[in-house]
């Protein structure tokens, strides 16, 4: 298996313009989780999604955030308008979660840096 | 909420000697607290990790302990090699996604 597949790597755009960050999770995987990192506040959960459906999205740090999974091999999230203080590198992971009380490992992508100028 | 503190930020030994990475988590409820470890430009991995019904565990050069009566769990490298210079995450499960600690910066010098 490739892993978790993230595009773009890098990502440069300016102030107001929309972002669109996209992933491929690990096939077989049924939890796909999106996180942000940045040098003051670390590792964040923004959304994660169970069976493609949102379960937790209370670290979408506001309205300019939104993430989709129509289907069980892709995921995007999206920043409109985007702003500087959004940059930060972008990882998305997946896991198979097989009971509510069985937790497996997170397998993260490469991650997307993003820049916002 | 869960909170996990993580301790210390930095930490710098000389290669051969051990490191000793300590968290602590707030809900007495979690029950899976794994070790992930980043290093510079990339991605976070699993390196090894705890189940709640079990209070140390061993791979080779590292091993975790857990003291849930505590509710606190630590990392420990025996051995350091520059190649475990990295940044450590500690993390627990709060109902069902992660709650990662701040992260320790290890560098092991020559």
């Known amino acids: 298996d490739a892993g978790v597949i993230q595009s773009p790597r890098h990502e440069v755009t300016e102030m107001g313009q929309e972002v669109t960050l996209r992933c491929k999770p690990i096939s077989g995987h049924n939890s796909l989780f999106w996180y942000r990192q940045t040098m003051m506040r670390g590792l964040e959960l923004l959304i994660y999604f169970n069976n493609n459906v949102p379960i937790d999205d209370s670290g979408m740090p506001e309205d300019r955030f939104s993430a989709k999974m129509p289907n069980a091999s892709f995921s995007t999230l999206k920043i409109q308008p985007s702003e500087p203080r959004d940059s930060a590198v972008y990882f998305c992971?997946?896991?198979?979660?097989?009971?509510?009380?069985?937790?497996?490992?997170?397998?993260f992508g490469p991650g997307t840096r993003l820049t916002v100028l | 909420g869960e909170n996990v503190e993580q301790h210390p930020s930095t930490l710098s030994v000389q290669e051969g000697d051990s490191a000793v990475i300590k968290c602590t988590y707030s809900d007495s409820a979690s029950n899976y607290f794994p070790w992930y470890k980043q290093e510079l430009g990339k991605r976070p991995q699993l390196i090894i990790d705890i189940r709640s019904n079990v209070g140390e565990k061993k791979d080779q050069r590292i091993a975790v302990t857990l003291n849930k009566t505590a509710k606190h769990f630590s990392l420990h490298i025996t051995e350091t090699q520059p190649e475990d210079s990295a940044v450590y995450f500690c993390a627990s499960i709060n109902t069902d996604k992660l709650i990662f600690g701040t992260g320790t910066r290890l560098q092991v010098f020559p």
């Open positions: 992971a997946s896991s198979l979660m097989t009971s509510a009380l069985s937790y497996n490992e997170q397998f």
